[in-house]
């Protein structure tokens, strides 16, 4: 709560306040107190980016998660702001020992809400939030930290040399607001891709720690009492020797928390500048499993189905020319290329180290059929969404397969927006027929429905279907778990067409499918339709829906 306080004679210093005895000069004084507000500053958003991405990634649905941080952390930096009024007598303790805490809360961090995610995520109850709830203790406590600098680091400038209050928030705010920039930076440019997030994170920490360590130390030493000097070397050797064993120990953490996650049977994994790809099994008789971002997009045990599933209604008619938006793992395209009279299958595929893999790993190469190997297959790598943009004019595609990422994960809205059908449209031929995994129908009818009415929405007249028998380990949409407690019953597909509603149906002349008939295509379609939720308005890129 704010306190009313009886106004001050201008100028006046309040009666604990009197000049710091510093052993240099006011104005190098006044220069390093304003380059640690920067490098706290840097290091307090990193902090704040690495909770965001994290928590996105361990979590999903970005924007939430996003907010949530924010949110929770700029109202505890108020409430932090007003606790440290009452510190200020005791400006320079408080302020090292407010900067050893928050490094070892800010270091530990990510290691601490990647260690509940692993080991706790599968325990189901309360248990199964338990990554929510340890993200909000984090921006709590760390808001509270970063909120009760400033006005520490404001008391401790004013004690170099009194100014007005103006000018004093002003050069603080200034250093303040550039640290918070050059953090911002860092962290995408620098610190993810060179050291990851944990490491990432610990070394923000060490940073945090020796800068508030050095100031008070080496600056305001003189405020402090002989005892006081001493604790505060020792909690900042002390915070500095966790984040130092943790940094030392973190590969051996991240392989036994990735073991925690996706079994003991981890082949391949590895970060790339998109996200993280892990396969395990396909060896020994072991089924291949390929995990990206942590959720599992192909199951060796029910590929089959759901690849069939998606390809062979929309083969049925020509099919010479095939585009697959995504589906980097050859998958759609093995189903493609069973048809003889294919001439081209080009694939767009954002992360060029899935493509990679698909080619070079001997399990997930033999599943899609050595695809990459046959001449009518193109590969270009980029975003769907701005390929379609950008594509130059050339002849049409009969076919169009989107296998994309589930539209429930934020960062694939904008592929299953309005304006991406409208660019779908651009390049189909007037006969042509567009396909979408559309999500689960049975646990998300309201994503599924959204998708649809999108389609419309776009001018393509659309038939939805659902293929039910989905093994118990696969689990493709945010819902981040492999149990067959949580794990999706179904897939839900959306075949579309510009000029009339395409028939579901298979092509006559095309190979026998192993686990489609047109029985099981028109059970589907009723299955689907009897799901249906009316009047559901598109998703678009300013407005998404899911």
């Known amino acids: 709560m704010i306190e009313p306080h ?5 100028g006046a210093p309040p009666s604990w306040a009197g000049p710091a005895r510093l052993p240099v000069r006011p104005g190098t004084g006044r220069f390093l107190v304003l380059a640690c507000v920067f490098v706290c500053a840097a290091c307090g958003l990193v902090y704040e980016l690495e909770l965001v991405a994290l928590a996105s990634y361990l979590i999903g649905d970005s924007v939430t998660q996003a907010s949530v941080v924010l949110s929770v952390m700029v109202f505890a930096m108020g409430i932090g702001s007003l606790v440290a009024k009452r510190l200020r007598r005791h400006a320079a303790a408080a302020f090292g020992a407010i900067e050893a805490l928050l490094a070892l809360v800010g270091g530990c961090s990510a290691m601490a809400l990647y260690a509940v995610f692993a080991w706790t995520g599968d325990w189901g109850g309360l248990w199964a939030s338990g990554p929510r709830w340890l993200l909000v203790a984090f921006s709590l406590a760390i808001g509270l930290l970063i909120g009760a600098e400033v006005p520490l680091l404001m008391e401790l400038i004013q004690r170099i040399r009194r100014q007005d209050a103006g000018g004093a928030v002003a050069d603080l705010f200034a250093a303040d607001y550039v640290g918070a920039l050059v953090g911002g930076l860092a962290f995408p440019f620098l610190l993810l891709p060179l050291l990851g997030q944990l490491t990432g994170a610990m070394l923000t920490g060490a940073v945090n720690a020796v800068a508030g360590g050095a100031l008070v130390l080496g600056l305001f030493r003189r405020d402090l009492t002989r005892r006081a000097r001493w604790l505060l070397l020792a909690a900042n050797l002390a915070v500095l020797g966790v984040l130092a064993t943790a940094a030392v120990l973190v590969d051996d953490f991240e392989r036994a928390a990735r073991e925690a996650v996706y079994g003991t049977d981890v082949r391949v994994a590895l970060q790339t500048g998109i996200q993280e790809v892990v ?8 089924p291949l499993d390929l995990y990206l971002d942590g959720r599992l ?5 029910d590929e089959h189905r759901y690849h069939e599933a998606l390809v062979t209604p929309a083969m049925d008619g020509p099919h010479a020319r095939v585009l697959v938006l995504g589906g980097g793992d050859g998958l759609a395209a093995r189903e493609v290329l069973r048809y003889p009279d294919v001439r081209r299958v080009d694939i767009v595929e954002i992360d060029p180290a899935v493509v990679d893999l698909a080619r070079r790993d001997p399990a997930l190469s033999r599943l899609n059929g050595h695809v990459y190997g046959d001449a009518r297959v193109r590969v270009t790598t980029a975003d769907a969404f701005r390929r379609l943009r950008t594509a ?5 595609y009969d076919v169009v397969i989107a296998d994309l990422p589930d539209p429930g994960i934020t960062a694939s809205t904008k592929l299953y927006a309005e304006e991406f059908y409208g660019l779908v449209r651009r390049v189909l031929a007037p006969e042509g027929r567009l396909v979408v995994h559309a999500g689960p129908v049975s646990s998300r009818p309201r994503v599924f429905w959204t998708v649809e009415s999108t389609m419309r929405a776009a001018g393509l007249h659309t038939t939805p279907y659902r293929v039910g028998g989905r093994a118990s380990g696969f689990a493709a949409g945010p819902d981040r778990t492999a149990r067959a407690s949580r794990a999706p019953g179904d897939w839900g597909f959306v075949l579309a067409s510009e000029r009339a509603r395409p028939a579901l149906g ?3 002349r095309g190979p026998r499918p192993a686990t489609l008939t047109r029985e099981s295509l028109g059970a589907g379609q009723r299955a689907a339709e009897a799901t249906r939720i ?4 598109a998703s678009t890129l300013v407005h998404p829906r899911y």
Do not use: N
């Open 6 to 10: 009886a106004p001050a004679p201008p």
């Open 279 to 286: 396969l395990t099994g396909g060896t020994d008789g072991r």
């Open 297 to 301: 997009r192909v199951s060796g045990r």
């Open 392 to 396: 130059a004019p050339g002849p049409p």
């Open 506 to 508: 298979l092509d006559a």
């Open 534 to 537: 009316a009047g559901l308005p």
